[in-house]
């Protein structure tokens, strides 16, 4: 089991950054991705990376906005948003180990964090 905590949410204005944090409850060394849920809609897949850090992966509409980064000795993976818009606003959510499937996919995942609010108000 691997437990999960997000932190780094918040309530922001059009075109600032927020960075948020996973922390794991023990070394993790699956692909980690964060997913997002707005509220009367399915929730869906934003960014995953390896467990090495090597290999990135975005949705379009956070693409050249949104970094995803880990840092293994730490047992932390990071989302670094920036230029926020209205759209972004979500509850965010980190999930690891899509146990062989796609990484895109929520239902593979095996490990999930409570979530953490982003509010982007204009």
């Known amino acids: 089991q691997v437990q999960l905590v997000e932190s780094g949410g918040g309530l922001v204005q059009p075109g600032d950054s927020l960075r948020l944090s996973c922390a794991a409850s023990?070394?993790?060394?699956?692909?980690t991705a964060w997913f997002r849920q707005a509220p009367g809609k399915e929730r869906e897949f934003v960014a995953a990376i390896s467990w090495s850090g090597d290999a990135e992966y975005y949705t379009n509409s956070v693409e050249g906005r949104f970094t995803i980064w880990r840092d293994n000795a730490k047992g932390t993976v990071y989302l670094q948003m920036n230029s926020l818009e209205p759209e972004d606003t979500a509850a965010y959510y980190c999930?690891?180990?899509?146990?062989?499937?796609?990484?895109?996919?929520?239902?593979?995942?095996?490990?999930w964090g409570q979530g953490t609010q982003v509010t982007v108000f204009s």
């Open positions: 023990r070394p993790n060394t699956y692909i």
């Open positions: 999930a690891a180990d899509p146990r062989g499937g796609s990484y895109s996919q929520s239902n593979n995942y095996a490990f």
